[in-house]
């Protein structure tokens, strides 16, 4: 009777695809260098896809003796993994750039409503101050304005 092995890098793989997948949803958008660009995320897919193929090449060995079952399991698993992958790759860098803009915001170009804001002194400071206040002598000829997400 020979000893079966536990597939074990085709499970983890699989485990891995799904960490990296929600990772990216409940983990890594809440930081800046990991949202705009989820690296750390395709890493992680690198990571599972090495981990598929070494358990998919185990699993059709032919100089080992693995169960039927082990080679169905391992081509599901892989086919799941691509499509988690291939959902990733679509909700993240192809249906992201279909979110509809906003037409009340500012276009480029455009001249922005006045608005008062505070300084990082606590001093109240308005957009036409700062059109009208010279700087080097001159009026100045415009202001540009830099929108961010902030998280204070």
């Given at each position: 009777m020979s000893i079966r092995k536990?597939?074990?890098?085709?499970?983890a793989g699989f485990l891995l695809s799904l960490i990296a997948f929600l990772s990216y949803f409940l983990v890594f958008v809440w930081f800046p260098v990991t949202r705009d660009f989820p690296w750390a995320n395709l890493l992680l897919f690198v990571l599972a896809a090495a981990l598929l193929l070494v358990g998919l090449r185990r699993a059709f060995s032919s100089e080992r003796s693995h169960?039927?079952?082990?080679?169905?399991?391992?081509?599901?698993?892989?086919?799941?993994?691509?499509a988690v992958f291939a959902f990733f790759i679509l909700s993240t860098f192809i249906l992201a750039r279909r979110l509809p803009a906003s037409h009340s915001a500012p276009q480029v170009g455009q001249t922005a409503p006045d608005f008062t804001l505070s300084d990082t002194n606590d001093k109240p400071v308005s957009l036409s101050e700062l059109l009208t206040s010279p700087v080097n002598g001159k009026a100045p000829r415009g202001v540009l304005l830099v929108f961010y997400?902030?998280?204070w």
């Open positions: 536990f597939n074990w890098p085709i499970w169960p039927r079952r082990s080679k169905i399991a391992g081509t599901i698993l892989a086919t799941l993994s691509v997400r902030g998280y």
